[in-house]
């Protein structure tokens, strides 16, 4: 198959229209048959709950070219349960998850010429998504929604690539106890949009926001999980239940413990904890995992050891295997790796 004429090693983190996208609309209580289309716009009424109440939830996952040229698509299974979640939380119906899978398979089939080549560092972003599309204008969920799924080529999400990164304590709160920090829901990132211009404004990459209850403790920045590893190389990550659970985190925890022999904890992590980390790394789909060498709280600075000309030793062993089990150098767990024939 031919790929189309993309500059795949300069690819930022953006958004490129492909071929085809997967539609389904949920309609009198059933979810129709799912199609393809070449139609890349939506239309619904003014008064859509998703634009008057933002009921929306998403997800976001990656397929890959691996070494032999095959095309696999990383844990699709846990995207279609945390959508599942998210819908619950949200009075959305739940999209079946098989489903969700076999949406994921047609997307990338059909758009196979936008997956990106083996060695060029940028991935296919695959995106499903759901929303309330009928009119309501009293406060309550809608009944009629569409599960969708696009892709984008990309590369990668933080410019400068695998350079470390700075990242400001936000004055921000992101998730309330007992709020929506552990879904996938659009509302959680509408309300980051100001703490990230400001963020960028002041000259940082990202914000780490803390526990809103203390403000002691840490939680996740806008779109990736934290990991640390201590000065004795364990790996150690915030347990928070108003975080979003990281399918990459949740990878990468397995990796340290079966692929390179780590110890690793998944706990509470204070912040007055951060000065005694050797590392520190952000993780997800989009930021695979990116280094942060410095983070700023309000005129001090902890600076990790690591520095900030390159990722730290476990890190980066961290992201080579992970990326390894990925592109299919390294054999992958059982379960972890969706070829799409
Ligand atoms: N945390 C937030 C807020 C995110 O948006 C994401 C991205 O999906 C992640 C963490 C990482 O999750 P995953 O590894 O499942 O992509
Ligand atoms: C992802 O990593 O898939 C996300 O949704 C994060 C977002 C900031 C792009």
């Known amino acids: 198959m031919e790929k189309k004429n993309i500059d795949w090693e300069n690819l930022g983190f953006g958004y490129i229209k492909t071929d085809k996208r997967y539609v389904s609309k949920y309609v009198d209580g059933k979810w129709s048959d799912g199609v393809l289309t070449e139609d890349d716009t939506i239309t619904m009424s003014e008064c859509a709950c998703v634009l008057q109440y933002a009921q929306t939830i998403f997800e976001g996952l990656k397929a890959y070219t691996t070494q032999d040229g095959k095309i696999v698509v990383f844990r699709p299974d846990l995207n279609a349960q945390r959508l599942a979640n998210s819908a619950r939380r949200m009075e959305m119906p739940v999209f079946p998850e098989e489903k969700f899978v076999e949406a994921v398979e047609q997307v990338v089939k059909a758009n196979a010429a936008f997956v990106p080549p083996y060695g060029t560092g940028a991935t296919l972003y695959l995106r499903p998504y759901m929303f309330g599309s009928n009119p309501v204008i009293g406060v ?15 590369g990668p999400y933080f410019k400068g690539g695998a350079k470390p990164l700075t990242i400001k304590v936000s004055d921000f709160d992101r998730a309330a106890p007992h709020g929506t920090g552990f879904i996938k829901a659009g509302l959680n990132y509408a309300m980051s ?118 990722m730290g030793p476990v890190t980066q062993k961290l992201y080579d295997t992970l990326t390894g089990i990925q592109m299919g150098r390294l054999e992958a767990p059982e379960g972890w790796i969706k070829v799409i024939e």
Request: aromatic residues 10%; proline residues 5%.
């Open 193 to 310: 949009l100001h703490a990230i211009v400001t963020a960028h404004k002041e000259g940082f990459d990202e914000n780490m926001y803390l526990d809103a209850a203390t403000r002691t403790k840490v939680e996740e920045t806008g779109g990736a999980n934290f990991l640390f590893v201590t000065k004795d190389n364990k790996v150690v990550t915030p347990k928070s239940d108003s975080i979003l659970p990281s399918i990459t985190r949740r990878s990468l925890m397995t990796v340290a413990k079966d692929y390179l022999g780590l110890e690793v904890e998944e706990r509470e992590v204070y912040f007055s904890e951060l000065k005694d980390f050797a590392e520190c790394g952000l993780c997800g789909t989009a930021a695979v995992i990116s280094p942060v060498g410095k983070i700023y709280d309000h005129g001090n600075e902890i600076c990790f050891p690591s520095g900030m000309e390159k």
């Open 140 to 154: 309550k969920p809608a009944d009629e929604f569409e599960f969708r799924v696009f892709c984008t080529p990309v």
